[in-house]
């Protein structure tokens, strides 16, 4: 049989391949969360334009039943415009407390997104 000898040379080829092993390692999870949160961004903003669409359609059908219930056109589209401006300044009285919200619940989404490849590895190393 025979001995293996210690190298330090060995030793530093061995750890250079550790360390770039590592590195190519980080930077696949790094693209694999990224590329996550991107697609997760992606469908968000796709959801919003949809909702978009939806407010805009149901402003017109408020505008045109108020128009009918008040006899004119104007008043129904007037009154339609008179109840957003009340939802801007709702918005406006509270704008500190809705961005305080709305900043939580977008880092716990970021991280949420970020951390579910981790769980998936959790998972899988206690199979082994």
């Keep these: 049989m025979e001995e293996k000898k210690f190298s330090i ?21 790094l693209v694999e969360r990224s590329s996550r949160l991107i697609a997760s961004l992606i469908v968000d903003v796709i959801k919003i334009v949809f909702a978009l669409f939806v407010v805009f359609f149901l402003s017109l059908a408020l505008g045109f039943y108020l128009s009918e219930l008040l006899g004119s056109s104007a008043l129904g589209f007037l009154a339609t415009g008179g109840i957003f401006i009340v939802m801007i300044a709702l918005v ?37």
């Design 92 to 128: 406006s009285v509270f704008e500190v407390r809705l961005e305080r919200l709305f900043m939580n619940l977008s880092i716990k989404r970021f991280l949420q997104k970020w951390n579910d490849e981790i769980d998936g590895d959790d998972e899988e190393g206690k199979q082994d």
């Design 9 to 29: 040379n060995g030793v530093f080829q061995k750890s250079k391949e550790y360390i770039d092993t590592r590195f190519k390692l980080f930077k696949l999870k």
